[in-house]
């Protein structure tokens, strides 16, 4: 479970363990020194069951204090957030996300925005141009915007002993969710994020992730007999985690190409081009 960050001393050994645990190799990389950061971070997982409390509003603050302070292209933030507790809208988002019940369980649904709007709102405020704002590069400035500051609102939610879970399904059907939130044109709901304490009783394990052979390249890209080790050895790992779980033990090579077998894969996203001009977003 995700506890809330306590001054104690940690040691190398302590963060070597923490290492091994994500990735469940024996050539796991050592740290060469560990501290509270990096044990929060590396002992994250995603929390789908909550106790039944509120999140009080001044974690909620605290948390988007946090989300501004990530990083920020060119200092524009164009993203914003949107604080769901109402049981009856949770409901209906959930519906939208396929059906998600822990979106209904937790006591807070965030949504994340990509949000051009202000800008635009700014621009005809102080009767001056605004003529970028349709480009493509805007619009994945505040998608990455929105990723960077979300990130940093979990890992402080996670330090006070709260816990969440990304909601990609949100993206199913963008239009309805925009309605729901009364989102202006150049806003989108770039993901959601279930939000609440975590249920000891149903707590999950950290859940493994491909090895650095397979995401870290020096110098140039390649795909070489390291990557297929690495992308080979966590399809077992994988699979021995399923299994752990109670879970399909079907691998990860299977699942993630199933993922992307095709546009009838995505849920409706396949649409999201489309959708995002409709939006407001000139993608140019």
Request: aromatic share 6%; net charge neutral; with cysteine.
């Amino acid at each position: 479970m995700n506890k809330p960050v306590t001054q104690r001393e940690l040691g190398a050994n302590e963060g070597a363990a923490a290492i091994r645990a994500r990735y469940r190799r024996d050539d796991s990389p050592t740290p060469p020194v560990w501290n509270e950061t990096l044990d929060l971070l590396l002992a994250h997982r995603s929390v789908r069951a909550y106790l039944p409390e509120s999140v009080p509003a001044s974690v909620v603050e605290t948390m988007v204090a946090a989300a501004q302070s990530a990083s920020t292209s060119s200092n524009l933030q164009v993203w914003s957030v949107v604080a769901v507790e109402d049981e009856v809208r949770k409901s209906r988002l959930a519906d939208l996300a396929g059906n998600q019940q822990h979106i209904r369980d937790a006591p807070l649904f965030l949504l994340w925005l990509a949000d051009l709007s202000r800008l635009d709102n700014i621009g005809k405020d102080q009767g001056r141009d605004a003529a970028a704002l349709p480009f493509l590069e805007m619009f994945l400035t505040a998608a990455v915007d929105a990723a960077l500051a979300a990130q940093n609102g979990l890992v402080a939610l996670e330090s006070l002993g709260y816990g969440g879970v990304y909601i990609g399904g949100i993206r199913n059907k963008p239009e309805e969710v925009a309605a729901e939130l009364d989102l202006p044109p150049g806003t989108f709901a770039v993901f959601g994020m279930a939000v609440g304490r975590p249920d000891p009783a149903k707590a999950g394990g950290v859940r493994p992730r491909l090895g650095q052979g397979a995401v870290l390249h020096r110098e140039q890209y390649a795909w070489n007999d390291a990557q297929r080790e690495a992308v080979a050895t966590y399809d077992e790992k994988f699979r021995d985690f399923q299994k752990e779980c109670g879970l399909p033990e079907q691998g990860w090579i299977r699942q993630a190409l199933s993922r992307v077998r095709g546009p009838e894969s995505l849920s409706g996203r396949d649409r999201l081009s489309e959708v995002l001009r409709k939006l407001g977003f000139g993608l140019k």
